[in-house]
């Protein structure tokens, strides 16, 4: 998937890190569209980093 760096870094930043911001569980899954160099960009780090979305119920309950 070919997805522009700075759309994933508004994802980052609107959707992870602004959980963040709200007390929540900041979780970027590893996706088609995941860069590491977008999450290296960010303003700050996701707490949870799974390999796949079905992963996240088990990450969350521990």
């Known amino acids: 998937m070919n997805v522009a760096i700075e759309r994933l870094l508004i994802d980052i930043e609107n959707d ?30 996701p707490d949870v980093v799974p390999d796949s979305f079905a992963d996240v119920p088990v990450l969350l309950d521990a």
Request: proline residues 3%; positive net charge.
């Open 16 to 45: 992870v890190l602004a959980a963040q911001r709200c007390g929540l569980t900041g979780v970027l899954v590893h996706t088609g569209k995941y860069l590491p160099e977008a999450v290296a960009s960010a303003s700050g780090t």
